[in-house]
């Protein structure tokens, strides 16, 4: 017998809006062709057993000198 254990699907699911304002400021922090991080703080939320999607709060692009810092 298998008993290996399935593993959960998860999915994220940003909002338009938020998506919209979260990659304006992405391309905005960017000057020429320079790389751009940005991190979204999401609320976890079990679907169903097998399910589980993100959902995100808050979001956050670093500005320049934070990675001199």
Known sequence: MN??????????HIPP?????FYRAMLDARTTNEEV???SFCKRHQVSKH????????WVVPSADCYER
Do not use: C, E, N, T
């Not at 008993?3 to 994220?12: A, D, G, I, T, Y």
């Open 17 to 21: 809006k938020m998506w919209h304002q």
């Open 37 to 39: 991080i940005g991190f």
């Open 51 to 58: 399910q589980i999607r993100y959902l995100p709060q808050a």
């Open 3 to 12: 008993h290996s254990k399935k593993s959960p699907q998860m999915s994220l």
